[in-house]
């Protein structure tokens, strides 16, 4: 989820092809984007939801909010 311009949590574990939901319980629109794009929620508005399929490749990847690019945070495939 994402409240106060924070990914919380902002480390998560998932699995490879996983989908993942996105729960914005802010006042702002955010995104949810891979720094290689790998996944990209698109934009998700205040009190909306949005979700993303998991890379199906094990590791690390880091993502921003591509509004905000001070918010960050890292999924890890495995
Ligand atoms: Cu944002």
Redesign the pocket.
Same mark, same amino acid.
């Given at each position: 989820m !994402?409240s106060d311009?924070t990914f919380a949590p902002s480390a998560l574990t998932v699995s490879p092809g996983q989908t993942v939901t996105v729960v914005n319980h802010?006042s702002? %629109? $955010? %995104?949810v984007t891979a720094g290689d794009k790998s996944f990209d929620t698109g934009d998700i508005a205040p009190g909306k939801s949005g979700s993303f399929t998991a890379p199906t490749k094990p590791g690390s990847y880091p993502y921003i909010? %591509? !509004? $905000?690019q001070f918010?960050h945070g890292t999924l890890t495939v495995r």
């Amino acid at each position: 989820m !994402i409240s106060d311009f924070t990914f919380a949590p902002s480390a998560l574990t998932v699995s490879p092809g996983q989908t993942v939901t996105v729960v914005n319980h802010d006042s702002s %629109t $955010h %995104t949810v984007t891979a720094g290689d794009k790998s996944f990209d929620t698109g934009d998700i508005a205040p009190g909306k939801s949005g979700s993303f399929t998991a890379p199906t490749k094990p590791g690390s990847y880091p993502y921003i909010c %591509t !509004i $905000h690019q001070f918010m960050h945070g890292t999924l890890t495939v495995r």
